[in-house]
């Protein structure tokens, strides 16, 4: 149990469009999902944290208006990147939390390369 | 605050050595949980082992280990005979509710992470 998945698990587009990385918990309910970006030989950095039905909590630096979280449901996140720029190619990693919990499910990763 | 550490940025043995990663952590709380992870090239992170604050037991899977010391605030993790597949970049990380209160879940700390290279 406590399968997330990812889609999709690669993306290129071209720097000024948008692109939406959709995160789906498949066998249980996520009251809460996070939102990582992994650069190359980096940690993960947690970019935004979102409870089901409320507006996301982003990290300090993190721009809202770039990136669009939307967690409507509790099985699904979305994570938009707008108007992407060369410097947004990164790997994104989403999690899920059945809260209140220590843990969380990682899904596989998305990997993002603006052109 | 929440401080994950693991100095070991790159460790290379040859193929069988013994290996041995190192965490430390920082937390304020009484309750939490360490994690170690796995991310081989591929990029997806596999989960290894979850141990909570008031277990200290040893734990042993195979040919993996993890030694638990809160004295210390160690979380080590022991690669014994290590082989090819074992290459790969290796995070612990750390969930406490620090300042946190509502109903979801809790926020990860991650080590910076050792990238072990298994030499065959």
């Known amino acids: 149990g406590a399968v997330v998945s990812q889609h999709p698990s690669r993306v290129i587009c071209k720097s000024g469009t948008s692109v939406k990385i959709e995160c789906r918990s498949l066998?249980?309910?996520?009251?809460?999902m996070f939102w990582y970006r992994q650069f190359p030989k980096q940690s993960l950095m947690l970019m935004a944290t979102?409870?089901?039905?409320?507006?996301?909590?982003?990290e300090q630096g993190v721009e809202k208006d770039k990136f669009l979280i939307n967690h409507a449901s509790l099985t699904l996140s979305t994570l938009t990147v707008t108007s992407a720029h060369p410097e947004d190619s990164s790997f994104y990693i989403c999690?899920?939390?059945?809260?209140?919990?220590?843990?969380?499910?990682f899904g596989p990763g998305t990997r993002l390369t603006v052109t | 605050a929440q401080k994950v550490t693991q100095a070991q940025t790159e460790i290379s043995v040859v193929e069988k050595e013994d290996v041995t990663l190192d965490c430390v952590y920082e937390?304020?709380?009484?309750?939490?949980?360490l994690f170690w992870y796995k991310q081989p090239p591929s990029g997806e992170l596999v989960f290894l082992i979850r141990?909570?604050?008031?277990?200290?037991q040893n734990e042993i899977s195979g040919r993996y280990s993890w030694n638990f010391q809160k004295s210390t605030s160690s979380f080590n993790f022991t690669i014994t005979a290590s082989q090819v597949v074992d290459s790969a970049v290796y995070f612990c990380?750390?969930?406490?509710?620090?300042?946190?209160?509502?109903?979801?879940?809790?926020?990860?700390?991650f080590g910076k992470g050792t990238k072990l290279s298994v030499i065959p």
């Open positions: 999690s899920a939390g059945k809260g209140p919990s220590y843990e969380q499910y």
């Open positions: 066998d249980f309910q996520a009251t809460t």
């Open positions: 979102s409870n089901e039905g409320s507006k996301a909590t982003y």
């Open positions: 937390t304020r709380d009484t309750t939490y949980y």
């Open positions: 141990r909570n604050s008031f277990d200290e």
């Open positions: 990380a750390l969930s406490d509710p620090g300042e946190y209160s509502g109903a979801g879940s809790y926020q990860l700390t």
